[in-house]
């Protein structure tokens, strides 16, 4: 027998016999010699041999050594005549695939001499190494025959199959080869042929034909529909050799059912109605007992199910069979079958994207929580992980964050990164509260420190630093988890930095006092890298400015050998240099050199899309939700804002905020959780005056008079018209003002016919708690006559200095007898802050660069605030100008946003400031910014501001 | 598609190394020894599927396997296949060549190298499923065979 020959060749060779890789290798060489020098050799070697050595190449090269000859013999072999030398020839050329172009040449003339044929056995070889090698010379030989092959009348059935794989393996390599033409109708109509194996060849064509060419392919859509009902709806008897285990063609099913995914559903009622009849058939037949106990019957029934559930997840628009899919995948989830499990997890994730079923997938949250415990199989876990990051949403997110962290204690290493960045994208995206916010990343870092990349720890720093409500709670929780004795050198480096910026948030707790902070964060020095000791002493010099009682300590350190004289030129560089900075500069260079770090510029894109998206009308709890939505958003979507990536190369090296200016945000960046800070605010404020306008106070004097006018904030942008007005007296001023000084005229009329005597007006500034040791405003005036006749005016002329910005508007007390009663009223002067503005005009360019310049927390203040007033433009422009600031044109990228900026002059200085309100008329609502280089300018100018629109 | 078909022993020693893609030799045998790493160390009774290896294009393609005393069949697919139908199919190769080898073991897998590439080859064309029906396939094969034993007689 010749054929035990060939087998006795690979015995001779076969690894069995070799006791080392080394004695596998010199028998294989000798055996590779042999053969080679048989073929060079003299003797013709006879058909026979050639097909020994060329299967003993096969499995040399099987066993991981190169051949690099034995081409040309096998060339001769598949040119051969016979069958069996054909045959082997193939395969080599299939297995040993060789770019040669002369060996391609033969090669594809002797493809087309079987393909010429006629002989269906070498017509099916010559196809199968077209489709095997599939290379673009091989498409350039036949792309044009090959269709013709498939559709003619009379191929054969095998050589159509054939065929049919052939031309998808060109089309795939060279879709420009392939032309689209006569033939298409004709392979659409291959869905109706009565060969069930060329169906399925010719299904799997058409799909990846009509993934590129949908229009062409769209009758396949009703021909497989009724292709599949037939399979469905059949016995299981009915299609003999293609019934896999009692269940009739799951393959081809499975490929119709694939196929109908690459379109819409069917527009055709009549077509729609049937296949949505096959896929309820499918959801039926998962309920009917197994119709045998083999494994092999539930693989095929449930793969041709789990493919009927994609296909009703891909049309997403029957909620019905959504619903059903739903619960057919939460009752896999619970199967005993790991596959099913890891399949039912898999397809929920995809339907827990559909509005219609998100809610569905929600409900098994416990099972899947409890698979990620319980699974035994990392695959599965691995699904039931990106299951509970698909179905996380806000309602749920705090579970889910919390079990996939506990999971992560114990998950395997080769998923923990995925996880860490899973568990810190949903705790970004829903965090409510920041503060769980970071205990979750410190979380994270505890758990994995070795898995949380620079982009996580980047991005929870960037968030303490654009949020400040959170900073003292960050300062805290990291200088509680640097305690451990061994904690993770990702956990020194956002210690460090973020104790560095806001350590003094804590300094006052003894406990935590400068020098403790310090030397918890100098105890891990020694144990970090270069980059971490980098930043830690970067954190130092900051430590430097906040706490002037540690210097000395920290120059000492500095001082030392072991960093003055550092191996590492930038840890020497950063000692020497801040070793000197803490020596020759002023308190006041310090503070400035070092100032805290301005927050991250933000992507403006992300936001603006949130805002599109919002809809309806404004209610309380939408307010809650804007700005909860917009603090998300402002601190970036899921990925790391790449404005703050790219302009800050790292924070270590950036720390001082003395690197390349970041680049010019398309945007002033929107505050981030300033809304709160103004809420406080804004109460104290109104707290602490209780002259605020409308209050009762204001007419204390006048208790049976019913009030005329409430004076006060419609003066805020107007400098002229009736201050006060009774039955008794009218109070009518006239103002202006220029740079830090103003002149105001108050005209008062006595209504009446009886003269006013002892009429004693008094204006007096009123100042905050600090008025005692200093005067805001100067207020100089004349006394006026004090008899005003019935029916008169009198005029006084009150002459104003602004020392310093102040909030507390002076107060006009008047006194006079009217009749025989002694009257006595007080009302607010409306002399503002914003009176002492001067406008600047400035370009868009200039603007956003102030606007940059002006981003620490205290210097902005922000308020949300809903629409008083109807949101006019014109008026809302004319508001602004009467403020007193420059009403910038074409600088807010949104053309609907104002921006204005101006200086606010007082004796003691001048304060420059920015301003930005940004309408929503959906919400009724206006976001007010201030930006100004000193915090109660903002804070003030912030309330005036508001109270206008 | 399927992108390989790879069948070793316990050992990791390649019996049976189809790839339907083009990989040059040198990466060819480091995706054997990488997948044969990542199923080696799953127990059995556990999920048939797994994300494939760095090489073969990590997570978007699918590893599914079956393990069969001392041999494991892995197919190489990427999302466009049914992972169930896969793993039938892989029974149905492997019920095929027990048919034709009268209780197929490994051994077979060596000696009959060319013979099951070619049942190979009736079961999977350039990646695709070709074939499913056993009798079909083996049908094919039988063919094969008369024709061989013809040329063997013509020789004779």
Known sequence: NKNSCVEAGIRGICVGRCKSKEAEIKRINKELANIRSKFKGDKALDGYSKKKYVCKLLFIFLLGHDIDFGHMEAVNLLSSNRYTEKQIGYLFISVLVNSNSELIRLINNAIKNDLASRNPTFMGLALHCIANVGSREMAEAFAGEVPKILVAGDTMDSVKQSAALCLLRLYRTSPDLVPMGDWTSRVVHLLNDQHLGVVTAATSLITTLAQKNPEEFKTSVSLAVSRLSRIVTSASTDLQDYTYYFVPAPWLSVKLLRLLQCYPPPEDPAVRGRLTECLETILNKAQEPPKSKKVQHSNAKNAVLFEAISLIIHHDSEPNLLVRACNQLGQFLQHRETNLRYLALESMCTLASSEFSHEAVKTHIDTVINALKTERDVSVRQRAVDLLYAMCDRSNAQQIVAEMLSYLETADYSIREEIVLKVAILAEKYAVDYAWYVDTILNLIRIAGDYVSEEVWYRVIQIVINRDDVQGYAAKTVFEALQAPACHENLVKVGGYILGEFGNLIAGDPRSSPLVQFNLLHSKFHLCSVPTRALLLSTYIKFVNLFPEVKPTIQDVLRGDSQLRNADVELQQRAVEYLRLSTVASTDILATVLEEMPPFPERESSILAKLKKKKGPSTVTDLEDTKRERSVDVNGGPEPAPASASSTPSPSADLLGLGAAPAAPTGPPPSSGGGLLVDVFSDSASAAAPLAPGSEDNFRAFPKHPRISAGGSEFVCKNNGVLFENQLLQIGLKSEFRQNLGRMFIFYGNKTSTQFLNFTPTPVPRCGLDSLTRTHLNLQTKPVDPTVDGGAQVQQVVNIECVSDFTEAPVLNIQFRYGGTFQNVSVQLPITLNKFFQPTEMSSQDFFQRWKQLSNPQQEVQNIFKAKHPMDTEITKAKIIGFGSALLEEVDPNPANFVGAGIIHTKTSQTGCLLRLEPNLQAQMYRLTLRTSKETVSQRLCELLSQQF | ?156
Request: a negative charge.
């Open chain 2, 1 to 156: 598609m399927i992108q390989a078909i790879l069948v070793f022993n316990n050992h990791g020693k390649p019996r049976l190394v189809r790839f339907y893609q083009h990989f040059p030799e040198e990466i060819q045998q480091q995706i054997v020894r990488e997948t044969f790493h990542l199923v080696l160390k799953r127990d059995d009774n556990i999920c048939n599927f797994l994300e494939g290896g760095s090489l073969i294009g990590g997570s978007d393609y699918k590893l599914i396997y079956r393990h069969y005393a001392t041999l494991y069949f892995v197919f190489c697919v990427d999302s466009s296949e049914s992972e169930l139908g896969i793993l039938d199919l892989i029974q149905v190769f492997v019920e095929t060549l027990d048919k034709c080898f009268e209780n197929v073991c490994e051994l077979d897998l060596i000696f009959h190298m060319d013979k099951v590439h070619y049942i190979l080859q009736e079961v999977v064309m350039g990646g695709m499923v070709l074939e499913t029906n056993m009798n079909e396939i083996v049908a094919q094969i039988e063919a094969q065979n008369r024709l061989e034993k013809s040329e063997v007689r013509q020789v004779l």
